[in-house]
């Protein structure tokens, strides 16, 4: 059993009561273990047939499963493959409550490492906006990594603070989650670490720092948008007291009710003080929630949905100047895109409809003069792909990405990926990325592919990095003229994995180092 703080354990009692005994008695139960279906590659039900390990549905999400603690979900071929993420349960309630729609533009403020912008990743299937935002350097690698993994395509990875976010997006995005930084006290039965680091200052201290989250997050929610507040930690002074602090400065947010169903439990706005400033809106809080270990299946959470008044001046204005910058980088002629209904792909051959008519301009986002030519890119799309590929091509020095549509801006802003990292052109030659290989769902989505089955010895030696001696007859190749030499989409059971160049009989690997399996 976790060796909890003393203070904690009284401000517990106090606040829980008749239900302390059972809170406590929670810390001496198995911590839960869950994975989440990644809706970009398979459905749920196929995940579930297909599973190496038992799995039992979790109760607020579709996509969630339980996993015995004693699996290894880390260590499987299909992991390496992004179809499922590793994630505790309660975890994935919040993205549930945020109601994320294709074609919404969506920012997760606090992102890292990841899960959550993956679980939103997989609403949007593809079409909308996603800006997933750390303000950590250390930790943001982490999450850019896992958006990779995930394959989400339509995806911006920043690393600034809500400060400086915020007046370059105003009113900008329908959806937002703030999953704030915070005391961590719901996590103390998961993590010993985080309970031995708890001081009794902690929540007030935290507490200041989301205030001022939230409220920069407020400003760049689009009128008649949704934001998801959320934290992993019981006091309600970094809960209720943070939403009530909203509430008294934006007569324009109201919350949404969530219901007391599925374990869940209505917050408390009777543990907050009387000086919270919410006057008669206090009592709204009850429709907030909090998830306690000794109700359900996960470790504690806290939710809160606010929306925002539709029927607010000078929207268009502000998306305009949030807006103005990617309008400036936009190519002349058709826009490479594989959204449905907006024609083109990157590279497409002569005589396909919306083909690009030769190699798109530099976007300009932080360019010099003499940026690469992205034309050996456009070349490999034609020549290597079977599928459109989706957004605008931008070169940043010799880094290819495809910028979403809808983007916004980012001049002066830290972006570690501004779009879809697809590849490097050095000497004149396109090198596909790892993260583009991510992006592709099925074997059929290069000229030139190899699976090997989930079982296959193979499939583990191209994950630690060896090279790999194959005949040309276990290539698959999208037609007759496709020769066996050049890159090849290297996957399991379908699904891919990662890059290979084929010659004479053996396949040089191309998996990148830092993901190698240990």
């Known amino acids: 059993m976790t060796k909890l703080p003393d203070t904690f354990l009284r401000n517990m009692e106090r606040l829980l009561r008749d239900e302390y005994p059972a809170f406590l008695a929670s810390y001496a139960m198995p911590r839960e273990q869950g994975v989440r279906a990644n809706g970009l590659k398979l459905s749920a039900e196929t995940f579930a047939r297909m599973s190496p390990f038992p799995l039992e549905p979790i109760r607020w999400t579709a996509d969630g499963f339980y996993t015995p603690e004693r699996e290894r979900p880390g260590k499987h071929p299909y992991y390496h493959a992004g179809l499922y993420y590793i994630q505790e349960p309660s975890a994935m309630a919040p993205v549930e409550w945020l109601d994320v729609r294709p074609g919404d533009k969506v920012l997760d403020l606090c992102a890292a490492p990841g899960g959550k912008s993956t679980q939103i990743a997989a609403k949007l299937q593809g079409r909308g906006l996603l800006v997933t935002n750390d303000n950590q350097p250390d930790r943001v690698k982490a999450l850019a990594k896992n958006i990779e993994r995930y394959g989400a395509t339509n995806a911006i990875v920043l690393n600034e603070t809500p400060e400086r976010l915020a007046p370059r997006m105003p009113q900008f995005f329908d959806k937002i989650l703030v999953d704030a930084p915070c005391s961590g006290e719901g996590m103390f039965r998961k993590d010993d670490d985080m309970a031995k680091a708890w001081d009794e200052e902690a929540p007030r201290r935290y507490a200041a720092m989301q205030r001022g989250i939230l409220a920069r997050a407020a400003d760049m929610l689009a009128p008649?948008?949704?934001?998801?507040?959320?934290?992993?930690?019981?006091?309600?002074?970094?809960?209720?007291?943070?939403?009530?602090?909203?509430?008294?400065?934006?007569?324009?947010?109201?919350?949404?009710?969530?219901?007391?169903?599925?374990?869940?439990?209505?917050?408390?706005?009777?543990?907050?003080?009387?000086?919270?400033?919410?006057?008669?809106?206090?009592?709204?809080?009850?429709?907030?929630?909090?998830?306690?270990?000794?109700?359900?299946?996960?470790?504690?959470?806290?939710?809160?949905?606010?929306?925002?008044?539709?029927?607010?001046?000078?929207?268009?204005?502000?998306?305009?100047?949030?807006?103005?910058?990617?309008?400036?980088?936009?190519?002349?002629?058709?826009?490479?895109?594989?959204?449905?209904?907006?024609?083109?792909?990157?590279?497409?051959?002569?005589?396909?409809?919306?083909?690009?008519?030769?190699?798109?301009?530099?976007?300009?986002?932080?360019?010099?003069?003499?940026?690469?030519?992205?034309?050996?890119?456009?070349?490999?799309?034609?020549?290597?792909?079977?599928?459109?590929?989706?957004?605008?091509?931008?070169?940043?020095?010799?880094?290819?990405?495809?910028?979403?549509?809808?983007?916004?801006?980012?001049?002066?802003?830290?972006?570690?990926?501004?779009?879809?990292?697809?590849?490097?052109?050095?000497?004149?030659?396109?090198?596909p990325s790892h993260a583009l290989a991510m992006g592709l769902s099925r074997d059929a989505d290069s000229v030139r592919s190899v699976s090997f089955a989930v079982g296959d010895a193979d499939a583990i030696r191209y994950l630690k990095g060896e090279t790999l001696q194959l005949p040309d007859d276990r290539l698959r190749r999208s037609g007759p003229d496709v020769p066996a030499k050049g890159y090849c989409l290297i996957c399991v059971d379908g699904y891919p994995l990662g890059w290979a160049k084929w010659q004479n009989g053996m396949l040089k690997n191309e998996y990148p180092p830092g993901w190698r399996w240990a």
């Open 224 to 431: 008649g948008g949704r934001l998801v507040y959320s934290t992993c930690t019981f006091s309600p002074e970094e809960n209720e007291e943070v939403v009530a602090s909203l509430l008294r400065d934006r007569s324009d947010f109201r919350v949404v009710p969530i219901p007391a169903e599925r374990g869940f439990a209505h917050g408390r706005p009777d543990w907050i003080g009387a000086d919270a400033g919410c006057g008669e809106r206090c009592p709204d809080l009850a429709g907030t929630a909090r998830l306690w270990p000794h109700r359900l299946r996960g470790e504690g959470h806290f939710i809160a949905v606010l929306e925002r008044e539709a029927a607010v001046e000078g929207r268009e204005a502000a998306l305009a100047i949030a807006a103005e910058p990617a309008a400036e980088r936009e190519p002349s002629g058709e826009r490479p895109s594989r959204h449905a209904g907006k024609g083109g792909r990157a590279g497409q051959r002569d005589g396909d409809r919306g083909r690009t008519g030769g190699a798109p301009k530099p976007s300009g986002r932080g360019t010099s003069p003499g940026t690469t030519d992205p034309a050996p890119f456009i070349a490999f799309a034609a020549e290597q792909l079977t599928v459109p590929l989706p957004g605008t091509v931008d070169v940043l020095r010799d880094f290819v990405y495809l910028v979403p549509d809808g983007a916004p801006g980012l001049d002066g802003l830290k972006a570690v990926r501004p779009g879809w990292f697809v590849g490097t052109i050095r000497g004149g030659r396109f090198e």
